[in-house]
């Protein structure tokens, strides 16, 4: 199955405004989203119903074959934790936890023991190996963001929604992060879904999904997408 399918999805709020009209969409395994659209158009609800953050008022959710949009918020809790990461745009370290803490938190919240090799070649590859020891508030904001790219992946969940990843970082260390996204759906086969307002941002996925008025507005393959930028 695919990593992410939604079937007709639509959420409204308060019984009266359509936040999402019937959305539907497929993400495959190892391949990175762009979510992009002008405020207001629905992609942090997209985002939140396909994340199982927010149940849809109708339609379909599946995450690797199981269907969420069903679930109790318990069962969504739990599926959250076990096989979804999360990257923020205020990076959301705990900021009394080391690093090290930090990144292997959500596998003690699942109940998950820990794979030490996968952890090991993890850092090394986020390149945060030397930051283990220290607290969130003495990394800079891009190293943060790696903790935070390397915290998501812990789990090894089957995807990885990252909200503005970049909207914190300058522009040379936000193409550093683009660059490490990438290279790990990339090399390790990872799904990642972002929601972004930065062209240049989209433009290191593999294809943007354009969200206007709650629909999808367009569906652009890389390099097209880079157009925009
Ligand atoms: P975007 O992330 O693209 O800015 P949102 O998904 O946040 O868009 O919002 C889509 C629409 O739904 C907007 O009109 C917004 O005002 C409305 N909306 C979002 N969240 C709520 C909510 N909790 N209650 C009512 N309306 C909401
Ligand atoms: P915003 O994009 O509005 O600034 P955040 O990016 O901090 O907010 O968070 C996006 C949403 O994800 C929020 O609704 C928040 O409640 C939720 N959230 C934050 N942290 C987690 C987490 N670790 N697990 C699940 N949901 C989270």
Not at 17 to 24: G, I, K, N, P, Q
Request: aromatic letters at 4%; a negative charge.
């Amino acid at each position: 199955p695919p990593a992410l399918l939604l079937t007709e999805v639509t959420k409204t709020y308060d019984g009266a405004h359509t936040a999402l009209d019937r959305v539907s969409l497929e993400v495959q395994r190892g391949s990175f989203l762009a979510i992009m659209g002008p405020s207001g158009s629905g992609k942090s609800t997209l985002l939140h119903c396909a994340a199982g953050l927010d149940a849809p008022t109708s339609g379909e959710v599946r995450i690797g074959g199981t269907e969420i949009s069903r679930l109790s918020e318990t069962q969504r809790t739990r599926l959250r934790r076990s096989r979804i990461g999360f990257v923020f745009q205020s990076y959301n370290l705990l900021p009394s936890l080391t690093v090290e803490e930090n990144i292997t938190l959500p596998l003690r919240l699942a109940g998950t023991p820990a794979d030490r090799k996968w952890l090991q070649g993890l850092v090394d590859r986020v390149g945060i190996a030397d930051l283990l020891h220290r607290r969130p508030a003495e990394l800079s904001g891009g190293q943060q963001q790696r903790a935070a790219i390397a915290r998501s992946l812990a789990a090894r969940p089957e995807v990885v929604f990252a909200d503005e990843p970049t909207g914190a970082l300058d522009l040379d260390t936000a193409a550093e992060v683009l660059d490490l996204l990438r290279e790990l759906v990339d090399e390790f086969g990872q799904t990642v879904v972002m929601v972004t307002h930065d062209p240049y941002a989209a433009a290191r996925a593999h294809a943007t999904v354009v969200v206007a008025d709650g629909r999808i507005d367009a569906y652009l393959r890389q390099p097209a997408a880079a157009e925009l930028a």
